[in-house]
């Protein structure tokens, strides 16, 4: 089962309008998303998706395959959607979003064989504890609670689960927005109308859930932080240059 990864990158922005073409440590913050997932193992192609030339003409140079897709999209998920509905012989699509330019190899490849190992697994996502200087309170990040079975029983930007009595060794899981999607389940997916849970929440991950199918977790051991503002920039291109000045003291 051949498995293809998609970036979504668009160009305006809200709240960093230009955000896929800014330079982070020498390289467009797209050109890092890409050589992150090109590095994964299990991955047969890395696509970029995008509606504007700009974004098509730096991706092209620097040899990544692109994908001019619709400019009507609502969100990064149906822009993978028509690229994924043109592509043959591929069972896998992974949506990596284009503004994480420390997504980990090994996280792509563990999700792809998630769903390889677990045939009856429509798609699945990723999961890490918070970190101790984190708020779990803060709407603006995304809670998931899993079952046994680390498959998503609910995804909430409240708290959840509520405590009603204090549980040792209870902790809050932090939603890592990665997606791999069965194709097949890909394209129905986008074609489903947004339940009243999907529209509150906004979170579309909720509308697999109304639906009835199952969404595998991946665990990992942290978040890698993506780039949302200009702020994040800098603090992701002082992670890079520690990483690289860390492998330069690692004895060959």
Known sequence: MKTAVIIPARYGSTRFPGKPLVSLVGKPIIQHVWERCQAADGVDSVIIATD????AETVFAFGAEVALTSPQ???GTDRVAEVAAKLR?????????????????????????RLREDRALPMATAAAPFARDEDPVSPN????VCDARNRALYFSRSLIPFERERVSGLRPLRHIGIYAFRRAFLLRFVKMPRPAIERAESL???RALHAGSSIGVVLTKSVPPGIDTPEDLE???????TRRRVLRTVPS
């Open 52 to 55: 504007d030339m700009r974004i």
């Open 89 to 113: 012989g591929f069972g896998v699509v992974i949506n990596v979003q284009g503004d994480e330019p420390l997504i980990p190899p090994g996280l792509i490849s563990a999700l792809a064989l």
């Open 235 to 241: 603090t992701v291109a002082r992670l890079i240059k």
């Open 73 to 75: 999209h609502a969100t």
């Open 141 to 144: 990040v995304v809670k998931v």
């Open 204 to 206: 579309e991950q909720l």
